[in-house]
């Protein structure tokens, strides 16, 4: 999440730009929405909100919306420096 913020990376990197790429929507969502919890560094309040898009991504599957109900998709967040784990409350928008 680090690399991702940055915005001046190496164009050596090709791969890893190509892989950061898929972050975009969150650091969009990021600048005009804001963090779930501001009490958190960036590149940690970046990971939460991309979580979240990559769950809405994953839901815009037609084979899992076809599943919903039966199945139920939910997001943790895992704080490394913390060794803490967080589940996604969808009600209270916060992890």
Same mark, same amino acid.
């Given at each position: 999440?680090?690399? !991702?913020?940055?915005?001046?990376?190496?164009?050596? *990197?090709?791969?890893? =730009?190509?892989?950061? %790429? %898929? !972050? %975009? !929507?969150? #650091?969009?969502?990021?600048?005009h929405e804001? #963090?779930?919890d501001?009490s958190l560094?960036?590149?940690?309040?970046?990971?939460? $909100?991309?979580?979240? *898009?990559?769950?809405? %991504?994953? !839901?815009?599957?037609? $084979?899992?919306?076809?599943g *919903?109900?039966a199945l139920?998709? =939910?997001?943790w967040?895992?704080? *490394?420096?913390s060794?803490?784990?967080y #589940?996604?409350?969808?009600?209270?928008?916060?992890?």
């Amino acid at each position: 999440m680090k690399a !991702a913020l940055q915005t001046d990376r190496p164009r050596e *990197v090709p791969n890893l =730009n190509k892989w950061l %790429h %898929h !972050a %975009h !929507a969150a #650091a969009f969502r990021l600048e005009h929405e804001g #963090a779930l919890d501001r009490s958190l560094c960036a590149h940690a309040q970046f990971s939460q $909100i991309n979580l979240l *898009v990559q769950l809405e %991504h994953l !839901a815009s599957y037609a $084979i899992v919306r076809e599943g *919903v109900g039966a199945l139920r998709l =939910n997001g943790w967040w895992f704080d *490394v420096a913390s060794c803490q784990m967080y #589940a996604y409350d969808r009600t209270k928008r916060l992890f």
